[in-house]
Antibody, heavy 115, light 106 residues
Framework: EVQLVETGGGLVQPGRSLKLSCVASGFTFNNYWMSWTRQAPGKGLEWVASITNSGGSTYYPDSVKGRFTISRDNAQNTLYLQMNSLRSEDTATYYC????????WGQGTLVTVSS | DIQMTQSPSFLSASVGDRVTINCKASQNINKYLNWYQQKLGEAPKLLIY???NLQTGIPSRFSGSGSGTDYTLTISSLQPEDVATYFC????????FGAGTKLELK
């Protein structure tokens, strides 16, 4: 069974940093692209970052480019999202998703950016 | 960037009704269109991938169709457990979600 478990969310002040993790199990991690997607409270979904299966290439929308960094450790079956210079508009539940079609999702971790 | 326009935003229907939800892309997305169901407090769940392929374990009352810029999710006979918000996702060029359709029982 595919499982994705996100951790690392919490309350953080504007301008500070936070690193999210997603531990994967139930599939061969290094065979799949992985991504992060977020959902602000009561709002829709927004793609945040993607990484190829080898980790050699990464992709971001303009809204987070230069502030967020996606990475992965294939030996540990773990996906990361380093978030710097956080803003109030980054407040959301962050989901880890598997493959290029987002077939599987974790349960999410809530990030609240507030002073 | 590709924009996705989803309609309607809100839908009220009765058990047994046929329900359709639409997504229109700002350019041809070559059938790279997925549909998701999200129940309150849960993560999204994939229903349909690449326009018309039913994800494993999803009831056959869900179906998808479309091509080019226009895509449709159909629920052939609405069930109480289908109350949820539905999102489309284009994955032809990067990723863009539709704004969602909240489906409620009448």
């Amino acid at each position: 069974e595919v499982q994705l478990v996100e951790t690392g969310g919490g309350l953080v002040q504007p301008g500070r940093s936070l690193k999210l993790s997603c531990v994967a199990s139930g599939f061969t991690f290094n065979n799949y692209w992985m991504s992060w997607t977020r959902q602000a409270p009561g709002k829709g979904l927004e793609w945040v970052a993607s990484i190829t299966n080898s980790g050699g290439s990464t992709y971001y929308p303009d809204s987070v480019k230069g502030r967020f960094t996606i990475s992965r450790d294939n030996a540990q079956n773990t996906l990361y999202l380093q978030m710097n210079s956080l803003r109030s508009e980054d407040t959301a539940t962050y989901y880890c998703t598997r493959d290029r079609g987002f077939a599987y999702w974790g349960q999410g971790t809530l990030v609240t950016v507030s002073s | 960037d590709i924009q996705m326009t989803q309609s309607p935003s809100f839908l009220s229907a009765s058990v047994g009704d046929r329900v359709t939800i639409n997504c229109k892309a700002s350019q041809n997305i070559n059938k790279y269109l997925n549909w998701y169901q999200q129940k309150l407090g849960e993560a999204p769940k994939l229903l349909i991938y690449n326009t018309n392929n039913l994800q494993t374990g999803i009831p056959s009352r869900f179906s998808g169709s479309g091509s080019g810029t226009d895509y449709t999710l159909t629920i052939s006979s609405l069930q109480p457990e289908d109350v949820a918000t539905y999102f489309c996702l284009q994955h032809s060029s990067r990723y863009t979600f539709g704004a969602g359709t909240k489906l409620e029982l009448k």
